[in-house]
Structure formats: structure tokens, C-alpha cells
């Protein structure tokens, strides 16, 4: 049956430990994956967030939209269907959270219960009625591309090269699956534990282009048993990017440092927070 946390009767509104409870025990099923849907709700937590242009103001965490089609059935989007089905009984038993307040919490509980830095949230987010605030397709990163896409991706979000590189480490987590991106794999040999360690694996193998008839992808030379997209290696072949990865692969604390401090703002990106009280 489902965790006790999720048939108790509905939680006060605001007890958002409450709900940070029932997240974090959905978090683990031995038949999912490598046995946690931790990574699967941090990539529902970004694509959530990642669609936002600071230009405009438009996109963004707030308004969950990715309830609606079309959405939910963009390719980049593809397989969080699953994050989302998962966070059902957790909306059931705190009715009182909005979707786009919960997707983002799930993202921060998952790090912290995989390992990671604490990351600075609050709530705030509405959801929208229907889907007519929608952004384009194709605002989320495309990983077939370099270096000059990523700096327009998440420039466009008002991201510098430091918070790419950071941000980027989530890729310790999770694997990607040849039923919903196309390509195929774990970054590491620790994915449902948050750490350092895709610096290191990135810079410390040989790549090699993975013979198959997928995607191009890169293998580690050594075990083939670890990949890396384009978009990651991109994060080598540029002298800035590498400047970062290298840091990181050295310092662990350096690099939850920062990713908490980008992730938080990634999650905040468009939302209509009251502003502060003047002291
Ligand atoms: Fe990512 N990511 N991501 N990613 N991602 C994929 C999986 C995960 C790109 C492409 C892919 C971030 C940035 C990028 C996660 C978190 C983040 C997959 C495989 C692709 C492709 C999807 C599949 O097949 O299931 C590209 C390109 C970029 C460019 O920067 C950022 C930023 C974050 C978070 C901060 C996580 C976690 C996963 C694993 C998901 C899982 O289901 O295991």
C-alpha cells in the first residue's frame, strides 16, 4: 500500500515539512531505475523552470504549464509523465500546495535526500487555469549542440558560464533512456547519490564516440559503461566551461555551493514573489 505518510488525513495548509515528508517517501522504488525516482524529479523541477526568457518575463516555474498539452508533450519533456504521476498521491494528501510549489519542492527534497546541499526554497507559485501562457517549444537545451547554445539557452534565463558549469552537475543524477531522449546511460556509477563525481568522470576518461545506431553519444573509452552527451563535453572543449569543471572535480563544496545557489534561482525564475519588507 502507499507510505503511511500519504493516508494520513490532509495536512494544515503551509506545513510544507509535511509535504516534504511524503516527498521524500516516494523517493525510493527498487524496481524504478536504480532504484530512486530522485533524478527524475530534479529533471521535472528544471524543465518546469528552465523555459524562461528574462526578457519578457514569460516562462518560468510559476503556472506549472506542463500540465498541459503541448507542453507536456514536447520531446524535451518526454518521460516526466512519470514525475508527475508520482507527485499525485503527495498533491492528494497536501491539496493545499499548488503544482508549481510542489514540482519545485520535489527537485529540492530529492537533492537533499540523495546527498546534496541544501537548497534555499520558498513558496509562492500558482498554477495557471489552462495552458494559454505556454511558451514556444524549443526552449529547453538541445543536447546535440555546443558551447555557443548552452551561453543562449541559459543566458536566456540570465545565467552566466559559472552557473552552466554548476547547474550542469545535476548530470551526477539519473541516466538518460533511449525511450524518451534517445540516448542512453548514466553519467556516473553513483546516480542516485549527489556529488562531484560527473566533474571528475568527465574529465578524468578518454570519450570515444559510442558505436550504435542511437544518437551520437560519447563512452567512456575504459569500461564503456558511462556516457556523455555533445552538450557535455562541450563543457571540456571550452576553456571557460573547463576552468569550472576543473574547480569542481577538486571541490565538492565548492560546487554545492554554487549549484544551490543557481538551482534556488533557476527554481525562483519568473515567479511573483511579494516583495521584501523594507526593514
Ligand atoms: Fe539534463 N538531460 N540536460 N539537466 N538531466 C537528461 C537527463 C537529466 C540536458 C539533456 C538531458 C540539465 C541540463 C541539461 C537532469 C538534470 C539537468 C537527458 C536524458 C538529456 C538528453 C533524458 C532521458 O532520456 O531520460 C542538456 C542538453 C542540458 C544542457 O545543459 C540541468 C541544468 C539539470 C538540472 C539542474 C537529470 C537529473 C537527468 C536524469 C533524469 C533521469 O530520469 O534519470
Partial sequence: GPPALLTSKPSTPGDYDA?????????????????????????????????????DGSGGSNGATMRFAPECEWGANAGLAVARKLLEPVKAAHPWISYADLWTLAGVVAIEEMGGPTIPWRAGRSDAPDGSKIVPDGRLPDAKQGAKHLRDVFGRMGFDDKDIVALSGAHTLGRCHTDRSGFSGPWTNAPTTFSNLYFQELLNNKWVVKKWDGPLQYE??????????????????????????TQYAKDEEAFFKDFAVAFSKLLELGVPFPAAKAA
Wanted: charged share 25%; aromatic share 10%; glycine share 8%.
Fill in 19 to 55: 509535504v516534504r515528508k511524503s516527498i521524500a517517501g516516494v523517493l525510493d522504488n527498487g524496481d524504478y531505475d536504480d532504484g530512486s525516482y530522485g533524478p527524475v524529479l530534479v529533471r521535472l523541477a528544471w524543465h518546469a523552470s528552465g523555459t524562461y526568457a528574462k526578457k
Fill in 220 to 245: 567512456d573509452a575504459k569500461s564503456q559503461s558511462l556516457m556523455m552527451l555533445p552538450s557535455d563535453l562541450a563543457l571540456l572543449s571550452d576553456r571557460t566551461f573547463k576552468k569550472y569543471v
